[in-house]
C-alpha cells in the first residue's frame, strides 16, 4: 500500500502558506501536510484568520491535527536537518519578504530568505 505523498509548506505562518495548509488539510486521506514558519505560528492564529466554513468548531484543526514547525530557513544546516527527517515528496516554497519597504531595510537578510533560501530548497 502507497503512503500519502509528504507535502511540506514553508512560510505557513504567512498569507499564500496559511491558507494553502489549511486547504490541504482538508484531504487528511490524500496528503500528509506539513508546514514550517518562523513567526505567527499557531493553531489559534490559524483559527482567529481562518475560521472553519461553516463556523463549526468540529471541523476546525487542533494542536494534534495541524502539523507545524518552527523552521529559519536562514538556517541552511537545520533547514537540510528538518528535510532529511521529514523527506518531503513536495515542497512549496511560501516564504518570502513580500514588503518592499521591509526588504528595503533589511536588504542582505531579505536576499537571502527570498533567494539563497530558494536555491538552498531546490
Given at each position: 500500500?502507497?503512503?500519502?505523498?509528504?507535502?511540506?509548506?514553508?512560510?505557513?505562518?504567512?498569507?499564500?502558506?496559511?491558507?494553502?495548509?489549511?486547504?490541504?488539510?482538508?484531504?487528511?486521506?490524500?496528503?500528509?501536510?506539513?508546514?514550517?514558519?518562523?513567526?505567527?505560528?499557531?493553531?489559534?492564529?490559524?483559527?482567529?484568520?481562518?475560521?472553519?466554513?461553516?463556523?463549526?468548531?468540529?471541523?476546525?484543526?487542533?494542536?494534534?491535527?495541524?502539523?507545524?514547525?518552527?523552521?529559519?530557513?536562514?538556517?541552511h544546516?537545520?533547514?537540510t536537518e528538518?528535510?532529511?527527517?521529514?523527506?518531503?515528496?513536495?515542497?512549496?516554497?511560501?516564504?518570502?519578504?513580500?514588503?518592499?519597504?521591509?526588504?528595503?531595510?533589511?536588504?542582505?537578510?531579505?536576499?537571502?530568505?527570498?533567494?539563497?533560501?530558494t536555491?538552498?530548497?531546490?
Open positions: 500500500m502507497k503512503s500519502n505523498p509528504t507535502i511540506l509548506i514553508t512560510g505557513a505562518s504567512g498569507m499564500l502558506g496559511r491558507a494553502l495548509h489549511r486547504l490541504l488539510n482538508n484531504f487528511p486521506d490524500q496528503y500528509n501536510v506539513i508546514g514550517t514558519g518562523l513567526t505567527r505560528l499557531s493553531v489559534d492564529h490559524f483559527h482567529k484568520y481562518y475560521p472553519p466554513p461553516s463556523g463549526d468548531d468540529s471541523t476546525a484543526p487542533s494542536a494534534t491535527t495541524v502539523n507545524l514547525h518552527y523552521l529559519n530557513l536562514l538556517d544546516a537545520a533547514t528538518f528535510l532529511m527527517k521529514h523527506r518531503p515528496d513536495v515542497i512549496v516554497h511560501c516564504a518570502a519578504e513580500r514588503f518592499p519597504d521591509a526588504f528595503e531595510k533589511n536588504a542582505e537578510e531579505s536576499y537571502k530568505l527570498n533567494v539563497e533560501s536555491k538552498h530548497l531546490a
